[in-house]
């Protein structure tokens, strides 16, 4: 049992573990974030412009709801399509902030990993004695 602890230990010290932690945090929270957008502002916004209906609710009533007075016996049966719908543009949200976050990361990553461009190589000076023979091989050729 100890060594099952130590392993497990091992595993959650682990830096990319750590990482996924925090971003699944975050994940959760901005989740949230989407979701109010999406259903108290985005929502409202549509609904208004299609005749001031809150798409949130609108359903689809397969079955009334059995009522005896005042008192519900039977719920209504109802295709939420509203909250499909709300659910939908959440994930679209979401979907496209995320591609927006990989793509700034990729150019990001191709930027620092982008070799240095390098100075075209120029040939190395001829050394004192290269020099010297070159002036006597032309002194030899002129005569």
Not at 30 to 43: P, Q, Y
């Amino acid at each position: 049992m100890k060594k099952l602890f130590a392993e497990f230990k091992t595993f959650i010290a682990r830096g990319n573990v750590m990482d996924m932690a925090i971003g699944v945090i975050l994940a959760t929270a901005f989740g949230k974030i989407t979701t109010s957008l999406v259903s108290d502002v985005l929502m409202p916004l549509i609904g208004a412009i299609f005749g001031g209906v809150d798409l949130g609710k609108l359903n689809i009533v397969l079955k009334a709801a059995e009522m005896n007075g005042e008192e519900v016996v039977k719920e209504a049966v109802v295709l939420g399509i509203g909250t499909l719908l709300t659910t939908i543009i959440d994930f679209i949200i979401v979907g496209f902030i995320v591609f927006l976050i990989v793509k700034a990361m990729n150019a990001a990553k191709a930027k620092m990993e982008k070799p240095k461009e390098e100075e075209p190589k120029k040939d190395p000076e001829p050394s004192k004695e290269e020099v010297l023979l070159t002036e006597i091989r032309d002194l030899l050729k002129n005569k």
